[in-house]
């Protein structure tokens, strides 16, 4: 019997290739079952996508990564049932071939199904570097109860797509009779399967194929926003685990690299500038999108004490988060490091010598503090804070043992201390402390799951988004911080900076582009309104939280060098101002007009969001500027690369031989 007769009986009797076939079927299913899931749950912003995209398109895109993630689910399952060694046929093998298919399928839907919540807040699939954002959270538990809770249909389904994993799970029969028989089938089976694994896992064969990654999705939608749609958890996850996602570029030489773009900063400041006060305010999940003076709502503004104090400050028309996450926020607005491709804190380069606005002004004799209400150590945020310079950490532990405070009764449950009793403690710290000081606090309470205190529940009303009661509490609580804070000594002479570490899910078609998913607000208030921060939204300029860093130095008359991927909103000429963010595998450089989206290799987008803000015309290849832009996005790439590969982010650690003359 030739061995195409013995595939096609194995075939018609159910043996092991009928099986394989069956089950690695139901495998593809349960993908498929959770994307459509996945789009049901947020077709809200998908909607465009949709109707604008090729359905044919995204549907082969869809099947390259779940192919590949299939061969990742079911690699352990496809060894224990073809590996040919005839002493291992038995009930005891059948048993482990079972699970060996159940339990990583079964994972791969719950992971498919907890971004299902989670891709709304990061514009992404979750990656292997989740494993580290939250490895200091102590109440995860919690957080995961609740969202159980609060999801339990979607609960209901991941329970009943398991379930239907083991029920329609094929055994494989009784394999062929006679040792021969049973070797010349599965030696030839394993070769094939290993060969489709090899080719499923890589998305190809081939030497010019290179092996897919989470970028490979952006060819198979308009806008990298979308990326999320053609991809799948499982593969995300196991793609990018052990990972370095920092690895040098080479597009210049080092020389040519110089005249492009350096991060290297120094100002000539006057000798009798002011050292005052810098308070930076860091409020979670607040974009551009939820503030009154930025956008008319019907209903009414969402934030009339942020309105008002926006009329009395300078802020930004155009202005951008440098990242998705709260871990992408610190580092921007605090250290001028923006996030390219995985949350600078999470990876090795973490351990690297960082600058950050603490250290640099703690050089001139400025004392600082750090404040978040969470649990000390939650999100590495007190390490980040210790690593760049902070003298003092101010947390749950800090605020539990303060008098005249409420302690762990004030605790919203989940994350953190309610902002308003928060934001108190935190004012009256700065009461004790010596001028000049630099602080900043991380404000929590306009975080999912978007509760507010009972005594509030009546006052704010959200409608059908319960976000929105969280933006007016948060905006009360603001409120009470400066009406406290305007009556303390150190008031007059201090600088306040209030941004957003990102935005959250949004609702205005404007904000759900690949651009403006990344608005917030970077506002400036001198109480005596005095320049460079007189009053005014200026239109001009493009804004970004790693602006801020450097702003303030400026600002302050800090004279020595520094590393920041921003610059100075100060002295920086509004035609050179610019921004820069990462979204699945895209880098975004928004110059003038324009926004330019970059691969690592090519431009793949260029549109103009000034006369297009929703983003609905790429002219790639038709503008003069994006040569130019291209030039400066690589340049500005590269270092970022370069310098976090070989340690170089701050002065003190930079290559001898790239230095400047003044600092040899």
Same mark, same amino acid.
């Given at each position: 019997?030739?061995?195409?007769?013995?595939?096609?009986?194995?075939?018609?009797?159910?043996?092991?290739?009928?099986?394989?076939?069956?089950?690695?079927?139901?495998?593809?299913?349960?993908?498929?079952?959770?994307?459509?899931?996945?789009?049901?749950?947020?077709?809200?912003?998908?909607?465009?996508?949709?109707?604008?995209?090729?359905?044919?398109?995204?549907?082969?895109?869809?099947?390259?990564?779940?192919?590949?993630?299939?061969?990742?689910?079911?690699?352990?399952?496809?060894?224990?049932?073809?590996?040919?060694?005839?002493?291992? %046929?038995?009930?005891?093998?059948?048993?482990?071939?079972?699970?060996?298919?159940?339990?990583?399928?079964?994972?791969?839907?719950?992971?498919?199904?907890?971004?299902?919540?989670?891709?709304?807040?990061?514009?992404?699939?979750?990656?292997?570097?989740?494993?580290?954002?939250?490895?200091? %959270?102590?109440?995860?538990?919690?957080?995961?109860?609740? %969202?159980?809770?609060?999801?339990?249909?979607?609960?209901?389904?991941?329970?009943?797509?398991?379930?239907?994993?083991?029920?329609?799970?094929?055994?494989?029969?009784?394999?062929?009779?006679?040792?021969?028989?049973?070797?010349?089938?599965?030696?030839?089976?394993?070769?094939?399967?290993?060969?489709?694994?090899?080719?499923?896992?890589?998305?190809?064969?081939?030497?010019?194929?290179?092996?897919?990654?989470?970028?490979?999705?952006?060819?198979?939608?308009?806008?990298?926003?979308?990326?999320?749609?053609?991809?799948?958890?499982?593969?995300?996850?196991?793609?990018?685990?052990?990972?370095?996602?920092?690895? +040098?570029?080479?597009?210049?030489?080092?020389?040519?690299?110089?005249?492009?773009?350096?991060?290297?900063?120094?100002?000539?400041?006057?000798?009798?500038?002011?050292?005052?006060?810098?308070?930076?305010?860091?409020?979670?999940?607040?974009?551009?999108?939820?503030?009154?003076?930025?956008?008319?709502?019907?209903?009414?503004?969402?934030?009339?004490?942020?309105?008002?104090?926006?009329?009395?400050?300078?802020?930004?028309?155009?202005?951008?988060?440098?990242?998705?996450?709260?871990?992408?926020?610190?580092?921007?607005?605090?250290?001028?490091?923006?996030?390219?491709?995985?949350?600078?804190?999470?990876?090795?380069?973490?351990?690297?010598?960082?600058?950050?606005?603490?250290?640099?002004?703690?050089?001139?004799?400025?004392?600082?503090?750090?404040?978040?209400?969470?649990?000390?150590?939650?999100?590495?945020?007190?390490?980040?804070?210790?690593?760049?310079?902070?003298?003092?950490?101010?947390?749950?532990?800090?605020?539990?043992?303060?008098?005249?405070?409420?302690?762990?009764?004030?605790?919203?449950?989940?994350?953190?201390?309610?902002?308003?009793?928060?934001?108190?403690?935190?004012?009256?710290?700065?009461?004790?402390?010596?001028?000049?000081?630099?602080?900043?606090?991380?404000?929590?309470?306009?975080?999912?799951?978007?509760?507010?205190?009972?005594?509030?529940?009546?006052?704010?009303?959200?409608?059908?988004?319960?976000?929105?009661?969280?933006?007016?509490?948060?905006?009360?609580?603001?409120?009470?911080?400066?009406?406290?804070?305007?009556?303390?000594?150190?008031?007059?002479?201090?600088?306040?900076?209030?941004?957003?570490?990102?935005?959250?899910?949004?609702?205005?078609?404007?904000?759900?582009?690949?651009?403006?998913?990344?608005?917030?607000?970077?506002?400036?208030?001198?109480?005596?309104?005095?320049?460079?921060?007189?009053?005014?939204?200026?239109?001009?300029?493009?804004?970004?939280?790693?602006?801020?860093?450097?702003?303030?130095?400026?600002?302050?008359?800090?004279?020595?060098?520094?590393?920041?991927?921003?610059?100075?909103?100060?002295?920086?000429?509004? +035609?050179?101002?610019?921004?820069?963010?990462?979204?699945?595998?895209?880098?975004?450089?928004?110059?003038?007009?324009?926004?330019?989206?970059?691969?690592?290799?090519?431009?793949?987008?260029?549109?103009?969001?000034?006369?297009?803000?929703?983003?609905?015309?790429?002219?790639?290849?038709?503008?003069?500027?994006?040569?130019?832009?291209?030039?400066?996005?690589?340049?500005?790439?590269?270092?970022?690369?370069?310098?976090?590969?070989?340690?170089?982010?701050?002065? +003190?650690?930079?290559?001898?031989?790239?230095?400047?003359?003044?600092?040899?």
């Amino acid at each position: 019997m030739n061995m195409s007769r013995i595939l096609f009986r194995s075939f018609k009797e159910k043996n092991v290739l009928t099986a394989l076939l069956l089950n690695i079927a139901v495998a593809y299913a349960m993908l498929f079952i959770c994307r459509i899931l996945f789009m049901a749950v947020n077709h809200g912003m998908y909607d465009d996508t949709l109707a604008d995209d090729s359905l044919w398109t995204m549907a082969k895109g869809a099947l390259l990564f779940d192919t590949s993630a299939v061969c990742y689910l079911n690699a352990l399952y496809l060894l224990c049932l073809l590996f040919p060694l005839h002493y291992k %046929e038995g009930r005891i093998m059948q048993s482990v071939t079972r699970w060996a298919f159940v339990i990583p399928n079964s994972a791969g839907i719950i992971a498919n199904l907890c971004d299902c919540v989670y891709v709304p807040f990061t514009g992404r699939r979750t990656t292997w570097s989740v494993f580290y954002e939250f490895s200091n %959270e102590e109440n995860m538990g919690n957080i995961v109860a609740a %969202e159980v809770i609060n999801h339990w249909w979607l609960v209901l389904i991941g329970v009943l797509l398991i379930w239907l994993t083991y029920r329609l799970y094929t055994p494989a029969q009784k394999s062929v009779k006679g040792i021969g028989k049973y070797y010349l089938l599965r030696v030839p089976l394993l070769a094939m399967a290993a060969f489709l694994l090899v080719t499923g896992m890589r998305g190809g064969i081939g030497k010019a194929v290179r092996p897919i990654t989470l970028s490979n999705a952006n060819q198979y939608v308009s806008s990298p926003d979308q990326a999320a749609i053609i991809l799948n958890t499982p593969f995300s996850i196991l793609r990018t685990a052990g990972k370095k996602p920092f690895s +040098e570029k080479n597009y210049f030489s080092e020389k040519e690299l110089a005249t492009i773009y350096t991060p290297m900063r120094q100002f000539a400041v006057a000798d009798s500038a002011e050292k005052r006060n810098v308070v930076i305010l860091i409020v979670e999940s607040f974009g551009k999108e939820y503030i009154g003076a930025y956008n008319h709502r019907e209903e009414g503004s969402l934030t009339p004490f942020l309105d008002s104090l926006i009329e009395k400050s300078r802020s930004y028309l155009y202005s951008y988060g440098n990242g998705k996450k709260s871990i992408d926020g610190m580092p921007s607005i605090l250290s001028s490091i923006p996030m390219f491709v995985e949350p600078f804190f999470v990876t090795d380069a973490s351990l690297n010598k960082v600058s950050g606005i603490a250290g640099e002004l703690g050089k001139i004799g400025y004392n600082s503090a750090f404040f978040h209400g969470a649990p000390n150590g939650s999100m590495g945020f007190q390490a980040f804070a210790n690593a760049t310079g902070f003298q003092r950490y101010l947390g749950f532990d800090e605020y539990c043992t303060a008098p005249g405070h409420n302690g762990k009764a004030d605790h919203d449950g989940t994350w953190a201390i309610w902002d308003e009793p928060f934001l108190r403690y935190y004012a009256e710290c700065m009461d004790n402390m010596q001028e000049p000081f630099v602080t900043s606090v991380f404000t929590a309470s306009s975080h999912h799951p978007f509760k507010i205190p009972e005594e509030y529940t009546d006052r704010f009303k959200g409608g059908d988004d319960p976000f929105l009661k969280c933006v007016q509490y948060t905006d009360h609580a603001l409120k009470e911080f400066f009406e406290y804070a305007s009556e303390q000594k150190w008031y007059d002479n201090t600088l306040f900076v209030i941004t957003a570490d990102h935005t959250n899910h949004s609702i205005e078609p404007r904000y759900k582009t690949a651009a403006g998913w990344f608005e917030v607000p970077v506002i400036f208030f001198s109480p005596d309104g005095s320049a460079p921060f007189a009053p005014g939204i200026d239109s001009t300029m493009i804004a970004q939280q790693a602006d801020i860093m450097p702003t303030i130095l400026e600002y302050v008359g800090y004279d020595r060098p520094f590393i920041a991927f921003g610059k100075s909103l100060i002295s920086t000429p509004a +035609e050179e101002s610019y921004a820069v963010n990462y979204t699945n595998e895209t880098y975004q450089y928004y110059k003038g007009e324009y926004v330019l989206q970059f691969d690592g290799e090519k431009s793949t987008g260029l549109y103009n969001i000034r006369r297009d803000e929703l983003m609905k015309e790429n002219i790639i290849g038709n503008n003069d500027v994006q040569e130019s832009m291209e030039r400066e996005l690589k340049a500005i790439v590269q270092q970022y690369m370069n310098r976090m590969v070989k340690d170089r982010l701050t002065p +003190e650690t930079d290559d001898i031989e790239n230095q400047e003359p003044w600092q040899r």
